[in-house]
């Protein structure tokens, strides 16, 4: 029965991990990018739509519970004597805390919070120099986001690996 939990929390720890790290890649790569060839008056509505739309269970859950089901997978397998495997669970939730989760709560989200603040401007060289403030700063906080998420990923993989080849 705890090698089922282990087999679980490792899992989904990976899965929510990876996910977040995708998620935050495609915005760095794709939808910022995309934001950045619109008039800024539009890219700022968008954002604003964006960020308050991602704001549901599923992302929040993702985004809280990965490194928490990380150091719980951590804690079993160290309990099923896998040290090097839990020790890699362990690494894998703090990077993922200090480069996902704490850039998220310092700098992400109190911008998202200030440009949903905004009126969109009519004006649009006002509208281009709040979007030239966000953007290029967010996305810069937001790449951050996604390398440590995938450091995470990469680190619970060889956990499981080791978890693997070990058992």
Request: charged share 10%.
């Amino acid at each position: 029965m705890r090698s089922a939990l282990t087999a679980v929390t490792a899992a989904l720890s990976f899965l929510m991990a990876a996910g977040m790290a995708g998620t935050f890649f495609a915005f760095s790569v794709g939808v910022m990018p995309g934001l950045n060839a619109t008039r800024a008056t539009s890219a700022i509505a968008a954002m604003q739509a964006i960020n308050q739309r991602i704001q549901n269970p599923l992302f929040l859950g993702a985004f809280m519970l990965a490194p928490v089901l990380a150091v719980i997978a951590g804690v079993l397998l160290l309990t099923a004597g896998q040290k090097s495997a839990a020790l890699l669970f362990f690494a894998a939730a703090a990077v993922y805390f200090v480069g996902a989760f704490m850039p998220t709560v310092v700098v992400n989200v109190p911008m998202n919070n200030d440009l949903d603040a905004v009126k969109v401007p009519s004006d649009l060289a006002e509208a281009a120099g709040i979007w030239s403030d966000y953007s290029g700063r967010w996305t810069l906080w937001n790449g951050v986001r996604a390398l440590f998420s995938f450091g995470g990923v990469l680190l619970m993989g060889y956990g499981a690996y080791l978890w693997g080849r070990d058992s």
